[in-house]
């Protein structure tokens, strides 16, 4: 694996379903060298997550673990233990795991003490909560527990989820960003470091002004649909044949639209003059816009509202989404060639680098599809130590 900007780092991956496999999925796509270990005989849960299969392998599990190497090891084996603890002391620049707090002490595979063998070492663990709370965290608890749920679906309407794992994907954001930043931090001292990530942190700091808005004035955040809580009209409407997202963000663009919409004299009304006038105003704003936008097609509006800066996108469905994104040449979608699966579209993280091209193209792998090359590599390291040949 080469050309990324992490070709050069060596990943072991120990963790499992969402949060972490999505960081050290990231890591592989940026060109990391990412060797995951599954527990045996089964392998990461998701595999067994669905329907969809597709071949016997799960959209779930191939979702989030592209660019990785597998072996199924049996961690409570002193013999497997030991790969992974050589493959953490000696070839390893970083560890990830999300096992619960204690476990792999008891496996004689601390995170301290592989740090203590190896100072370069940078380990990473995802939790569901901070500690010492050391409850297990998934995904929809936590959108539930962090008060996301609160502010999410019809005003009138019971809490809602999101539709994907958020919490998983924002946790597992996180925890990259902590990684890369420790990397940065070992080239300027040459030591490693760890870094901890909870699900319930993690998610609460995605609340952002909602969650900054209670802390300062101490009023319940409140549920608003599609709508925006600081901004109108910023939400979606009804037009001649469906809906549209017509996202306001400043006054300039106010009087945009109103004159767009052959409507001029909205922008002096002292109900819709500012954007606090139409925040408290949001009923009779929405009433007035739709009774405009009722007469012309989505299509037609969002083509008129974008040409003239204001900011308005259709609402589509996945699929129309994907087929957008594949004919619109953004390069966010890539085929990939699985062993059993066969050939299939995914979508690729979004980076592009003008210099290098990260590493991609490499199928989630098979359970244990890896195992033979990666204790070749354990017995080179230990070749290169002194110590006796592996023996499976």
């Known amino acids: 694996m080469s050309g990324g900007p992490l070709r050069d780092i060596h990943v072991l991956d120990l963790s499992r379903v969402l949060a972490a496999p999505y960081a050290t999925m990231a890591l592989g796509e940026l060109g990391a060298d990412v060797i995951k270990v599954e527990r045996r005989p089964d392998g990461d849960e998701t595999r067994q997550w669905g329907p969809p ?48 707090p204690r476990t792999l002490e008891r496996w004689g595979l601390g995170l301290e003490s592989l740090r203590q063998a190896n100072p370069r070492l940078i380990t990473a663990s995802l939790r569901g909560y901070p500690a010492p709370d050391d409850s297990p965290g998934y995904d929809f608890v936590i ?7 609160s502010i999410t679906g019809p005003v009138d309407g019971e809490p809602a989820k999101v539709g994907v794992a958020v919490s998983d994907l924002t946790a597992g954001l996180f925890l990259l960003n902590g990684i890369l930043a420790a990397m940065y931090e070992r080239e300027r001292t040459g030591k490693g470091d760890h870094v901890e990530v909870s699900l319930f942190g993690a998610q609460l700091a995605g609340l952002i002004n909602v969650a900054q808005s209670y802390l300062v004035t101490g009023d319940p955040p409140q549920r608003y649909g599609n709508a925006h809580a600081q901004l109108a009209p910023y939400q979606t409407v009804r037009t001649a044949d469906g809906w549209m997202a017509l996202g306001v963000g400043n006054d300039s663009q106010f009087q945009t639209l109103c004159r767009v919409l052959g409507k001029r004299e909205w922008a002096d009304d ?6 606090p006038d139409r925040v408290a105003h949001r009923g ?40 957008y994104a594949q004919a619109s040449g953004h390069d966010l979608l890539e085929e990939v060639a699985h062993p059993t699966a066969g050939r299939y579209w995914t ?37 290169s130590q002194g110590e006796e040949d592996y023996r499976e």
């Open 143 to 149: 959108q539930a527990g962090s008060g996301l749920m």
């Open 284 to 323: 009779a704003l929405i009433l007035a816009l739709e009774s405009v936008l009722q007469h012309r097609t989505t299509g037609e509006w969002v083509a008129e509202l974008q040409a003239e800066g204001v900011p308005a996108g259709p609402v589509r469905t996945i699929p129309e989404a994907i087929d």
């Open 53 to 100: 299969f597709v071949a016997g392998e799960s959209t779930y599990f191939l979702s989030a673990n592209r660019n990785k190497r597998s072996i199924a090891l049996d961690l409570r084996n002193p013999d497997d233990q030991a790969v992974v603890r050589d493959l953490a002391r000696n070839w390893a620049d970083v560890v990830v795991e999300n096992f619960k």
């Open 347 to 383: 979508i690729r993280l979004p980076w592009n680098f003008s210099r290098s091209s990260g590493s991609r193209g490499m199928p989630p792998p098979r359970i244990d599809e890896h195992r033979q090359e990666i204790l070749t590599l354990v017995e080179t390291i230990r070749r």
């Open 270 to 275: 002292p109900r819709f003059r500012t954007n």
